[in-house]
């Protein structure tokens, strides 16, 4: 492809490279499509510090944990909102059959992916069994979401996301609880989200770098939930009820093997004094 990749953000880029060290589904393939193949084995060879590999294990976890909840779901119809650089959408598509896939994001970034997604076909010599959709879906546009979401096919719907709350404000969030809500009710289904965040002090090393810098400007911190009570409080105020919540996928993680025994332990000891940062939860509309 003789496409300027130029108009990925420097954060999106950086999520893609450090996810390109786990087995997560075409996530490799395509950081060498947009990175090239030196810059990927040359993160592979590097010794990586600890802020840099605490990332690494938190990013495969969230992917997996979802996955976990949207099997369990057992959707055909799946309609993944702000879904960036993630291919869950053709992974399944390439393995089920009676899947309805609609892999959504913002223009700048949908654009880049089609190209991405048809190369990764062309070059693996894919063959889908289901049916996947990459459409430009601005989630909080309310009209936008019921025309995509009336495109799909009769059936419940698992609507999911990995990561966008962390980036609305208590406002968006709840306009974006209404649009969801309303498809839910019409179709039923689930709201997959692995993005419930809650606020907690992980210090200044985690803002010391540019991608701890983007956070930071994007007010992530302050756009988290202050506990999982308020997270749940705040849903079942907008119609949800907490269905389920994933568990541990610490067995299935890839990216293991890049971390010493001594930050094992850290980490460990970490979770033992602050607890979960993050969850993933089913809801489902009331």
């Not at 983007?214 to 992530?220: I, P």
Request: proline share 2%; charged share 25%.
């Amino acid at each position: 492809m003789n496409r300027d990749y130029s108009s990925i953000s420097p954060s999106a880029k950086a999520l893609l490279l450090t996810k390109s060290l786990t087995t997560i589904p075409f996530i490799a393939d395509a950081a060498r499509l947009i990175l090239g193949n030196d810059v990927v084995d040359q993160l592979a060879g590097d010794q990586h510090d600890d802020l840099f590999l605490k990332r690494l294990l938190h990013f495969e976890s969230r992917y997996l944990s979802l996955d976990s909840l949207l099997f369990a779901s057992g959707s055909l119809n799946v309609l993944e909102i702000s879904s960036g650089f993630s291919f869950r959408g053709l992974n399944m598509a390439l393995n089920h059959p009676n899947v309805f896939y609609l892999d959504t994001d913002l223009a700048e970034v949908i654009q880049i992916k089609r190209d991405l997604t048809e190369q990764l076909i062309r070059q693996e010599q894919l063959h889908l069994k289901g049916k996947l959709q990459t459409k430009i879906l601005n989630a909080m546009d309310e009209s936008a979401f019921n025309e995509v979401v009336n495109q799909m096919p009769a059936g419940k719907l698992s609507i999911i996301n990995e990561g966008l709350l962390m980036y609305l404000n208590p406002e968006e969030k709840a306009s974006l609880c209404q649009t969801i809500h309303r498809a839910l009710k019409q179709r039923g289904g689930y709201w997959i989200t692995a993005d419930i965040y809650i606020k907690k002090d992980l210090g200044q090393a985690a803002k010391s770098d540019a991608f701890g810098q983007f956070l930071d400007a994007h007010h992530v911190e302050d756009n988290k939930f202050e506990s999982f009570e308020q997270a749940e409080a705040f849903f079942k105020t907008h119609g949800f009820k907490l269905v389920t919540k994933a568990t541990s996928v610490w067995h299935q993680l890839s990216s293991v093997k890049y971390v010493s025994r001594e930050l094992m332990n850290s980490l460990v000891k970490q979770a033992g004094t602050i607890g979960k940062i993050r969850e993933t939860w089913a809801l489902r509309a009331i």
